[in-house]
């Protein structure tokens, strides 16, 4: 029988709605839970709620918002078995990707609530005398729109700095995700005693999404957008937030690349890239998605990086936990994956491992001979897929991988570090990472991209900026003349 779930929470309250919406198992279609489904009604109650709610949020000693967020995060702890069990029937995920997120996401919360003990400002120098600072305040209500495919890190990493920082937040969660991406924070927030209109959490079907998008973005009471998810969106929400001159924070697709140049440790090479080519069916962000390898080690990697991921067990990880490969999230994926496999095949690539699809189910494929002409050495694919390429010198390891408008992340793997430092900073990505995958992330560190992959930064102190606006205020102490005419 399906979960309903309890409603949207809007100012601290569990409000039904006149609909709901199917909350799916994404390996087997069935109905995991009914979710409730918000029209702008709700929309612009929960906005208004976050609006009351700002003055005195924002006007709490600080410490008083980090010990709120340290309460969110051990309710988080407390219920992490809860929250992987819905993951995995909710996201069709691995329960060990389910543990990670479920140790992750306390850990955005205490960083955020230790981000309220640095520095807010500085005080800078003044010419005529004045006490000349630069501060930092909380902008009012934020929206955050987040994905599934990482639902509670991402959607943690969206609200936690946000909120220490005084914003009130509107969260909707993506429809395919609507309760681990969404009203499980909500849960965790109202038994954590989290003050009403702090946080706001609205779901609604996938025809709604584009009214309740536009609402969350254009309405004159939101100050600021976090948003993770396609780049096409992204692109549609950072250009409405610029005509309202609101900031937006996006974070958006990748097509990072695995340099493995030939003084790899063949090993770890073959381990990154198995992991961040494979990891939750390759529907992350930061996965590999072009693995190139020095012409020299190129007959020593590929047998070992087709054993690596031979042993990847694919099917339904919420019957047998030893499934790692799960299902992509839904048909639309299914099919986008397919065509590219289908569209490189028919360009003369060649299948080394894998190519098999199975209902939701794609089994790990790498591919050889791929060309610039084909959709999977260009587009996202953000699935079990990843060609395999060889290169002759380092600039032309460069070059491919600079060779798309996404700008993510990336790896390099190689015993020179010097070499290593000279590779990255010609890589045009927000991130690099030496010998490990470009999958990688931690809630204190600037994550984000360059190019087409976003804009803005979330983690630590940068989030802290995105999340702010910064204000200059003087106090007159030398008693600057004014001009005697006056």
């Keep these: 029988m399906a979960n309903t779930l309890k409603g949207l929470y809007i100012g601290g309250q569990w409000v039904r709605t006149a609909t709901q919406f199917d909350d799916l198992n994404p390996s087997d279609g069935s109905v995991w839970a009914t979710a409730p489904n918000a029209s702008l009604t709700e929309t612009a109650m929960a906005i208004g709620a976050a609006q009351e709610a700002f003055p005195k949020w924002a006007a709490l000693p600080f410490q008083e918002r980090s010990h709120f967020m340290i309460k969110v995060a051990s309710v988080i702890e407390r219920r992490k078995n809860d929250f992987v069990e819905a993951l995995r029937y909710e996201g069709g995920g691995w329960i060990g990707k389910g543990m ?13 609530a230790a981000s309220n003990y640095a520095s807010i ?13 630069a501060v930092r305040r909380p902008m009012g209500v934020i929206t955050c729109i987040s994905p599934w495919n990482f639902p509670g890190v991402l959607t943690a990493r969206g609200i936690a700095f946000a909120l220490a920082a005084g914003n009130t937040v509107i969260l909707k969660p993506s429809e395919e995700t609507p309760y681990t991406g969404g009203l499980f924070f909500a849960e965790a927030f109202e038994e954590a005693g989290v003050p009403a209109g702090v946080l706001n959490v609205i779901t609604c079907s996938r025809e709604r999404v584009q009214a309740i998008g536009d609402e969350l973005v254009d309405h004159p009471a939101i100050k600021g957008i976090s948003f993770t998810g396609s780049t096409a969106v992204g692109r549609v929400i950072a250009a409405r937030a610029g005509a309202h001159l609101k900031k937006a924070c996006v974070e958006l697709g990748g097509k990072d690349a695995l340099i493995v140049c030939d003084d790899a440790d063949l090993d770890r090479a073959t381990s990154a890239a198995n992991f961040g080519s494979f990891m939750h069916q390759g529907q992350i962000c930061m996965s590999v998605e072009k693995v190139l390898v020095h012409e020299k080690i190129f007959d020593q990697f ?3 990086f087709i054993r690596r991921a031979k042993a990847l067990k694919v099917g339904d990880p919420t019957r047998d936990a030893a499934n790692i490969i799960g299902p992509l999230i839904n048909d639309r994926q299914v099919a986008r994956v397919k065509d590219q496999i289908d569209d490189a095949v028919a360009k003369g690539a060649t299948i080394a491992l ?4 199975n209902g939701r189910f794609v089994e790990p494929t790498i591919l050889l001979n791929v060309t610039r002409d084909m959709k999977v050495y260009k587009d996202e694919t953000f699935g079990p897929v990843v060609p395999v390429i060889p290169f002759a010198t380092d600039e032309e390891a460069i070059a491919m991988a600079n060779d798309t408008e996404y700008g993510l992340s990336s790896g390099i793997i190689t015993r020179d570090e010097s070499r290593a430092l000279s590779i990255a900073n010609r890589l045009e990505t927000g991130m690099c990472h030496v010998n490990c995958s470009s999958v990688n992330d931690e809630p204190h560190v600037p994550f984000g991209g360059s190019k087409a992959s976003g804009m803005g930064r979330h983690g630590g ?3 802290q900026e995105t999340f702010t606006e910064t204000r200059w205020i003087t106090l007159d102490r030398g008693g600057r003349p004014f001009p005697p005419q006056f």
């Design 354 to 357: 894998g190519g098999g699809v």
């Design 100 to 112: 990670f997120e479920a140790g992750y996401v306390p850990e955005v919360f205490h960083a955020a």
């Design 121 to 133: 400002g500085e005080v800078m120098p003044s010419e005529h005398g004045k006490f000349s600072l």
């Design 461 to 463: 102190r940068w989030s």
């Design 302 to 304: 590929l047998p070992e």
